[in-house]
């Protein structure tokens, strides 16, 4: 059993990226097992480096270690997926040997495929416009511009087990599409490089935000394609705020500058215990001794709405 923490690096962690981080290292350290701490920094425009210290910096002080991976080493490195590039260029052939792989020059819809796609953030179903071109449409078109390359989806449905929230199911065609694998600039994108990741590095169980329960399908699918073992997934809730909003990075909510101010880092745990469920009371634990009791039962399936009053936050 080996679980994982894959945050990227493009800004300090906030209350529902460590809900998510305790919820993972909780299931790994409840059954025994390790955990491995990935950068998923392929976005160089929003990744950095003192994001990356400061992240695993943040995870040791609220007592959620790893065995393996950044500031670490170990055999399954780097841990970095900037500098993991060559296996991702071999995924991208092993598609391509099966014919699924074609050029698009549609630039606008690359932007975002190097960050995992949250909440609000869904990206359009791509039409398939350069799937049917012809070659010598594709030969005008190259001499223009540089291509992304796509990956062409079946008409199939794939349904994920999702040992949290239960079945999900997508039709790759209607519900997903065909998805980008690698950008015009060369960047691979955050689908291709996380399938690739957790299966080189081990991981049999992935824990992460319910937004990206949508993503599970097609990866799904390309662990399928690649020949390579599918973890288990489990999609926990996300955070909202008191008043609906999802806590993001980008909004700075509950960071954890702030978060490490004002609290010690059991108080944060007890915190989140009791948002997970595990406490009917934010009182202190050390993450250590919440995995001598932790249940995923008890873990909710629904949103959960940061409690107003306030005499936490
Ligand atoms: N790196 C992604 C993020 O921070 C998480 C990807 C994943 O857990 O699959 O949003
Ligand atoms: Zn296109």
Redesign the pocket.
Known sequence: MKGRFAPSPSGRMHLGNLFAALLAWLSARAAGGAMVLRMEDLDTSRCKDVYAQLLAEDLRWLGLTWEEGYGIGGPRGPYRQSERERRYAAAVETLAAQGLIYP???TR?ERLVASAPHRGEKQAI?GG??RALSDEARKALAQKRPC?L?VAVPAREITVHDRHMGDYTQHLTRDCGDFIVRRSDGLYAYQLAVVVDDALMGVTEVVRGADLLGSAPRQLWLYECLNLPPPGFRHVPLLLSADGRRLSKRDKDLDMGVLRARFHPEELVGYLAMLAGQQDRPEPVTAQDLARYFVWDKVPRQDVTLPTGREWF
């Open positions: 698009c020059y549609c819809a791509y416009h350069c992304a796509r």
